[in-house]
């Protein structure tokens, strides 16, 4: 059973910074191909922030967080970063990592929120 565990979520004043990180706790077969971080205000859909591919650390960005935010991992630690840099209130959410099996291909795919079959929690940014 594969399980995805968020932390690293507070709360900031705009112009802080925060790292979340994701550790996937491998099942019988830990062979993810793509990690992302998404995130969810209320009222509104789930959202992708930025993807990682494993094998190539191919990096993926949405266009509101290009510049601030930074996607990375350590694969001994099973563990994907999102280290966010000049927070703003409308970054306020919960964030979720989500592992894909398959690789992706363009921006538009790795984040997409039906491309990912695995998800953690959440972890929840607030921004004031």
């Known amino acids: 059973h594969v399980q995805l565990v968020e932390s690293g979520g507070g709360s900031v004043q705009a112009g802080g910074s925060l790292r979340l990180s994701c550790v996937e706790e491998?099942?019988?077969?830990?062979?993810?191909?793509?990690i992302a971080w998404f995130r969810q205000a209320p009222g509104n859909e789930r959202e992708g922030v930025a993807s990682?591919?494993?094998?190539?650390?191919?990096?993926y960005y949405a266009d509101s967080v290009r510049g601030r935010f930074t996607i990375s991992q350590d694969t001994a630690k099973h563990t994907v970063y999102l280290q966010m840099n000049d927070l703003k209130p409308e970054d306020s959410a919960m964030y979720y990592c989500?592992?894909?099996?398959?690789?992706?291909?363009?921006?538009?795919?790795?984040?997409?929120?039906?491309?990912?079959?695995?998800w953690g929690q959440g972890t929840q940014v607030t921004v004031s």
């Open positions: 491998p099942g019988y077969n830990y062979n993810p191909k793509a």
């Open positions: 989500a592992r894909s099996l398959f690789p992706k291909k363009s921006a538009t795919q790795a984040l997409t929120v039906g491309e990912y079959a695995i």
């Open positions: 990682i591919t494993i094998a190539d650390s191919t990096t």
